[in-house]
């Protein structure tokens, strides 16, 4: 018997079903990767659990991008690498609390509450994070949360 092609219309993605066992091999790839992207983003939450600033920084691919979407981003893992150890070396707990996982090719997207003790003020800040995924590494980081809003809870009176 042939099976045909169908077109599945969810959400305003279509999805193309055919008969072939090549689908459920790609399926599987796909998968395959989100697993790995979503594996990278729980090493790098572990690191910021740890406070460990070296191995943050080492999450990022050498020309990587951190970009809080407020302020200019910092490029290049040796630029990222001292922002890093500033945050971490002035905090005493970091626990990134994640609501929401969601992965579309190499980029995953973590809705989260970030909980943190900053130079003795506890603090907590509602934050979406969207990271690219290159070879095991962080290409590119971007940050969307309200920056007055985490200075605040931070008890910082001056941006950095």
Known sequence: MRLGLFVLAMASAPVLLTGCTAAPAAEEKAKMSD????????????AWEKRDADAIADMFTEDGVLHSMMIDPIKGRENIRPRMKFLVDNATHMKLNVRNWAVTGNTVIIERTDEFTFRGHDGKVPVVGVLEIADGKVK?????????????????????
Not at 143 to 154: C, I
Request: hydrophobic share 50%; aromatic share 12%.
């Open 35 to 46: 697993d790995a992207n979503i594996a990278v983003v729980k090493q790098m939450i572990a």
């Open 140 to 160: 590119e980081w971007r940050e969307y949360y309200d920056r007055a809003e985490l200075l605040e809870a931070m008890g910082v009176k001056e941006d950095f």
